[in-house]
């Protein structure tokens, strides 16, 4: 695995970059943050969504970051990636999500001083503050495993940090201008200026369903991947995991074109998933050996067969 051109940061044992850029993608989201959504949540009420640190650094850190992944997130590179997923020499490793949960936390350099939060807490912050709120059991597991598909930067499914965290956008068709964060770096993609895929519908047809559209590479993807055929989850959570990053769609309404009959239930999930993504993150720390109980028998109801192949 190659590390990132663009990233100096900590490099573990094993020569894995370690995430530092996620943190600051989420940071340049809250900065953005100006929607009010369609279903208020509680949880956050209290909080000055203006106080979060300040995000100069962090935009000049996730810049770099968009520069990379903007002009690597191709067709050809996208259909590589899932062939390389789905082949059958690809050695998957299998683990109980809660053994994921510990991989993931365990691999991220806790010392970086721009992540104030652990991986688990910040799953398990989510998770809470959808409990707290009195959301579906359901929607509580999605906050607890939405993103796990980080993993991948350690399975092997991923080429560095750029096809792992960021916001994604669907690839085969134009870039949706301002509504994707940093527009101007796609010049350097080679699909902008191809005849087919830099056109404004591309390969696809309006109307054809979002889920028809191919996404960029990350860990949204990855993991709906993962759990699509192993757990027992309405579509409302798998939609929340695969588009949880799709901000071009979720917040700037682009992409409403290809929408289909029942895609805009799926809209509205992932909409009201995102403030438990992004606005958890200043609660408290939670303790996990109280709250690993309740959630063992929570990942159980969904994943009655509790080793998964990831
Ligand atoms: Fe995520
Ligand atoms: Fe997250």
């Not at 080429?159 to 949706?176: E, I, N, R, S, Y």
């Not at 992409?255 to 403030?275: I, S």
Request: aromatic letters at 12%; hydrophobic letters at 40%.
């Amino acid at each position: 695995m190659a590390p990132s051109a663009i990233y100096n940061g900590p490099v573990n044992e094993d020569g894995v970059v370690l995430e530092a850029i996620s943190d600051a993608v989420d940071e340049v989201n809250m900065l953005k943050a100006q929607t009010a959504f369609a279903q208020q949540p509680q949880f956050d009420s209290g909080k000055n969504k203006t106080a979060f640190r300040q995000y100069e650094a962090a935009c000049d850190r996730v810049r770099a970051f968009y520069v990379e992944q903007h002009a690597r997130q191709t067709v050809a590179y996208n259909v590589a990636a899932r062939q390389r997923f789905h082949s059958a020499g690809r050695a998957r490793a299998e683990m109980t999500v809660w053994q994921a949960i510990e991989k993931l936390d365990a691999l991220v350099d806790d010392s970086d001083p721009d992540t104030q939060l652990s991986q688990m807490q910040h799953l398990l912050q989510s998770a809470e503050a959808i409990r707290r709120d009195g959301k579906p059991r359901w929607m509580q597991l999605v906050g607890l495993i939405h993103d796990l598909g980080k993993l991948m930067l350690f399975l092997g499914g991923a080429d560095g940090q750029w096809d792992v965290v960021g916001d994604t956008f669907p690839v085969g068709c134009a870039f949706a201008g301002r509504a994707i964060i940093y527009p101007d770096t796609f010049a350097a993609n080679p699909d902008a200026s191809h005849p087919v895929y830099g056109s404004a519908h591309g390969i696809y047809s309006p109307g054809c369903g979002i889920a028809n559209l191919v996404m960029s590479w990350g860990h949204d993807e990855y993991l709906y991947l993962v759990v699509r055929d192993q757990a027992r989850l309405p579509r409302e959570a798998l939609a929340m995991i695969r588009y949880h990053s799709f901000y071009p769609w979720h917040r700037e309404g682009a992409y409403r074109e290809f929408m289909a009959d029942g895609d805009e239930d799926l809209l509205q999930a992932v909409r009201a998933f995102n403030p438990y993504d992004l606005y958890s993150k200043s609660d408290g720390i939670p303790s996990v050996e109280e709250l690993k109980p309740y959630y063992l028998e929570l990942i159980d109801e969904f994943f009655p067969q509790q080793v998964i192949k990831w």
